[in-house]
């Protein structure tokens, strides 16, 4: 989420609350690790179900790493298929960025102030 967030949403108190604290991860993700974007885990689980037609995705079998010395813990994907197991989940590769801001500004907009 690249745009200013609070500056996009309209609404009441929680919408610009939400909106507040998700400028404010962008900022200090951005600030803190150089990237021009900053990860929206849970969001992006949230938009994929309801809008798959944002991303792109792949097919493959992913497996959490357990044994490894510098990898435990470690999400870890057979791109090439060498591990001969067959694919086990639904890989995310790319998003429409702007789209996603855009459904996500509006979402947040239509909160009820509680």
Known sequence: MTACLTQAV????IPQFIAGVSQCFID??????KQPNA???????????????????????????TKGEFTTGMSV????????????????LTVDI???VKAYVSSI????NR
């Open 77 to 92: 994907c057979d791109w090439k298929g060498r591990w001969n197991k067959s694919p086990n989940c639904e890989v995310l």
């Open 10 to 13: 309209e609404g009441s108190t």
């Open 28 to 33: 200090t993700y951005m600030e803190t690790f």
């Open 39 to 65: 990860p929206a885990h849970d969001v992006v689980a949230v938009m994929y179900v309801t809008h798959p037609e944002f991303f792109t995705t792949k097919k493959a079998r992913v497996e959490v790493e």
């Open 98 to 100: 702007e789209k996603f």
């Open 109 to 112: 907009s239509q909160l009820p």
